[in-house]
């Protein structure tokens, strides 16, 4: 049976390999800074974050996928100069929608 405790003897967040504390430390070490990102990804950044506070308020409001319809859905940028305009996509057809 496979212990329920991280390797520093806290227990493990549920369906993980660490404990929080543990997780957080090693995002620390190996997630690059903000200030590390190339350009593109320093403009995706701050456009998801940008529309994520904007959802937060309630100015921005999830609807259902433009696909499928499902209620359970992602923002997906089309343009990442203009953070407000999303379009609303399901998880698989967000994934879809990438790999096309």
Known sequence: MESKLCKCGQPRRPGQRNCLDCHANSMRRNR?????????????????????????????IPKPCEECG??????????????????????????LRHAA
């Open 32 to 60: 690059p800074r903000h200030s590390e990102l190339g350009e593109l990804a320093h403009k995706k950044a701050n456009s998801r974050s940008y529309a994520n506070v904007y959802k937060r308020r309630g100015k921005l």
């Open 70 to 95: 499902s209620q359970d859905t992602q923002m997906h940028h089309l343009d990442y100069d203009f953070p407000l305009e999303v379009v609303w996509l399901c998880e698989s057809c967000h994934h």
